[in-house]
């Protein structure tokens, strides 16, 4: 396989990659529950999970949930000479959530994250109209059906179960207050952090603390997301793909498709083709494969256009270097704008 990445120099072993996925199954599990289905002790799954965040291989941090995930999908024609500065004026943007270099009608893309209808409206009028870009194509995404809870799917059911948060009803609450934005803030750098450090960052007793995460996971309007460098994993590339599907199926198609490894963010759209996708990507060639499976696969589903993704310079707000290593994070704010 070509190395896209000439500064890749480590590659995670399948040890690494079935250690991810346990703590994406459950990313506040006890380290004695990850090791277990991996088959490190307790002891080493911590001391190895560590040395690849001091790296910036992994991460975890707290994303929006399916209620709160919305937003648009932004591509830019942008200016010769200028492509670096608009992409690093977008990583600074902390309701820009994603951005990537791509090849083809469009240079860039960018995923933004709008809680309201009308913090959408404002976002999208005339905000990104100094940017250096000579055209923009705005798309709203309405609901996200893969992505917040993104698997590398390593790990057999049995595996997966042996980690898996108790099953435990939903919860409805009609918002986020305040104090809920801390909670979200305090768990955007590290998922896993304790219960008695978060209440020392927020003030509040740890039993508060456990009480209101447990309730904001259950009402879907925040999820825990484990996260890696995926050049080291292998997937040096990824595809943007827009699907036009009928709509009374696409509830079912957006799922099917959503779930798969491979995708890693999934959505309907308000717009012709809609249902966007975001693929990984081993080789450039293997887009043709990936398309095909589509066709094979889901027949009702048509490829509108697609493009390569060249780079990923920004995923949940880590701004990535090269290798697509984590090397700072700009905290995912959605309520940005509406200040």
């Not at 055209?135 to 059911?157: D, E, F, I, K, S």
């Not at 990535?320 to 700072?328: E, F, N, P």
Request: hydrophobic letters at 50%; charged letters at 20%; aromatic letters at 6%.
């Amino acid at each position: 396989m070509m190395n896209f990445y000439a500064g890749v120099t480590v590659q995670l072993t399948e040890r690494d990659l079935e250690l991810v996925d346990a703590v994406q199954v459950n990313p506040r599990a006890g380290w004695s529950a990850i090791a277990e289905p991996v088959g490190f002790s307790a002891v080493t799954a911590a001391r190895r999970w560590a040395a690849l965040a001091a790296e910036g291989a992994v991460w975890t941090g707290a994303v929006m949930g399916p209620l709160l995930f919305r937003g648009a999908v932004l591509e830019f024609a942008g200016r010769p000479g200028f492509i670096d500065p608009l992409i690093d004026a977008l990583n600074a943007m902390p309701d820009v959530l994603t951005v990537g270099r791509t090849a083809g009608e469009f240079d860039v893309y960018a995923l933004t994250a709008a809680p309201t209808t009308q913090t959408l409206i404002d976002s999208l009028s005339g905000r990104f109209a100094g940017l250096p870009a000579d055209r923009l194509r705005a798309r709203p995404y309405t609901r996200v059906h893969g992505g917040p809870q993104w698997r590398l799917n390593v790990l057999n059911p049995t595996q997966s179960a042996q980690v898996r948060a108790p099953g435990l009803p939903k919860r409805e609450i009609d918002g986020l207050t305040p104090a809920d934005r801390a909670l979200f803030f305090a768990l955007a750098h590290d998922a896993r952090r304790s219960y008695a450090d978060l209440a020392d960052d927020l003030s509040v007793p740890p039993q508060v603390v456990r009480r209101r995460l447990d309730l904001l996971l259950r009402s879907g309007w925040v999820s825990l997301r484990a996260d890696l460098a995926r050049p080291l994993a292998g997937w040096p590339l990824a595809a943007l793909v827009w699907l036009a599907v009928p709509h009374a199926a696409r509830a079912q198609l957006a799922h099917d498709l959503g779930t798969r490894a491979a995708v890693r963010f999934c959505a309907s759209t308000v717009s012709p083709a809609n249902l966007v996708a975001i693929v990984n990507l081993r080789a450039p060639e293997e887009l043709d494969d990936v398309l095909g499976a589509l066709s094979a696969d889901l027949p009702s589903v048509v490829v509108s256009e697609y493009r390569l993704i060249l780079r990923l310079h920004k995923v949940n707000g880590h701004i990535l270097d090269t290798d697509g290593r984590s090397v700072r994070l700009v905290p995912v704010d959605p309520w940005a704008t509406e200040r």
